[in-house]
């Protein structure tokens, strides 16, 4: 019994990490904020068709599990995806 109860407790703090916001820019950029676990690294990736993806940049998350990016210049003229690989 004891070990079902820390199973079941282990899962009270799981939460996944996310884009919580995301702004276009006037200059034509965006901008992500990220929620996720202070202290943790996550890696921010790009595609234009869903299935090829470029790592833009690794991100570790501050203080309040929150990470910001700016992408100045995405490509122009095409759909642009976003995901998050994290822990």
Known sequence: MQAIDGYRNAWDRVR??????F???TSGGVQLQILGFAG?????QAST???????LTI???GPDGVVN???????AGSMRFYQLLGP
């Open 23 to 25: 702004h276009r820019l």
């Open 59 to 61: 991100r570790v998350a």
């Open 69 to 75: 990016y700016q992408e100045s210049n995405p490509p």
């Open 16 to 21: 996944d990490a996310k884009i919580d916001q």
């Open 40 to 44: 943790e690294s996550y890696v921010i």
């Open 49 to 55: 068709n869903l299935n090829d993806w470029v790592t």
